[in-house]
T-cell receptor, first 114, second 113 residues
Framework: DSGVTQTPKHLITATGQRVTLRCSPR?????VYWYQQSLDQGLQFLIQ???????AKGNILERFSAQQFPDLHSELNLSSLELGDSALYFC?????????????FGEGSRLTVL | AQSVTQLDSHVSVSEGTPVLLRCNYS??????LFWYVQHPNKGLQLLLK??????LVKGINGFEAEFKKSETSFHLTKPSAHMSDAAEYFC???????????FGTGTRLKVLA
């Protein structure tokens, strides 16, 4: 158990809808990273937050947004969903603001868009 | 700039034989390197990490990796494969001062009985 909790584990929705994925980092970790894993694209970095502030953006679509709350949990909002958004979404946490330390991953939220 | 290349997308070994998963990296800074394992429908679990200490790194479940700067490699090995080792393995590079964790495309390990 990594200590990172993601909910929901599975989500099935329709095109055009909006969903919110939630992540609770390990106790004491200030950094949260979001990744998308799909069969054709592999693991793609979406966005990083550190202590409530956005620190870095990767390949995140404009239809997606995220935030980190004062209690350090984070939410990833996906809107106007398309079939291609079906993927496994991972959250990872780290005590560091920047790299060098390991990331601790949650078990992911599997999103299916029909 | 940093990059990582996993040289094999699929590796098959027989149970009880050695495992070698290959990873080459490129980094403008002193790198930190990791191997993660992902079992089906599970999150990524850290196997081992190199962060500029000993070049031979021992991890969980009998895995180890050697950092070879001259060859820019960080290959993952295990002397004897077990059925439970069947999974996907990711090599990752990062560096102090950057937020970026660069993931390889993964190597799927199959263990034959």
């Amino acid at each position: 158990d990594s200590g990172v909790t993601q909910t929901p584990k599975h989500l099935i929705t329709a095109t055009g809808q909006r969903v919110t994925l939630r992540c609770s980092p390990r106790s004491g970790d200030l950094s949260v990273y979001w990744y998308q894993q799909s069969l054709d694209q592999g693991l793609q970095f979406l966005i990083q937050y550190y202590n409530g502030e956005e620190r870095a953006k990767g390949n995140i679509l404009e239809r997606f947004s995220a935030q980190q709350f004062p209690d350090l949990h984070s939410e990833l909002n996906l809107s106007s969903l398309e079939l291609g958004d079906s993927a496994l979404y991972f959250c990872a946490s780290s005590p560091r603001r920047q790299g060098a330390g390991e990331l601790f991953f949650g078990e992911g939220s599997r999103l299916t868009v029909l | 700039a940093q990059s990582v290349t996993q040289l094999d997308s699929h590796v098959s070994v027989s149970e009880g034989t050695p495992v070698l998963l290959r990873c080459n990296y490129s980094s403008s800074y002193s790198p930190s390197l990791f191997w993660y394992v992902q079992h089906p429908n599970k999150g990524l679990q850290l196997l081992l990490k190199y962060t500029s200490a000993a070049t031979l790194v021992k991890g969980i479940n009998g895995f180890e990796a050697e950092f070879k700067k001259s060859e820019t490699s960080f290959h993952l090995t295990k002397p004897s494969a077990h059925m439970s080792d069947a999974a996907e393995y990711f090599c990752v590079v990062t560096a102090s001062g950057t937020y970026k964790y660069i993931f390889g495309t993964g190597t799927r390990l199959k263990v034959l009985a």
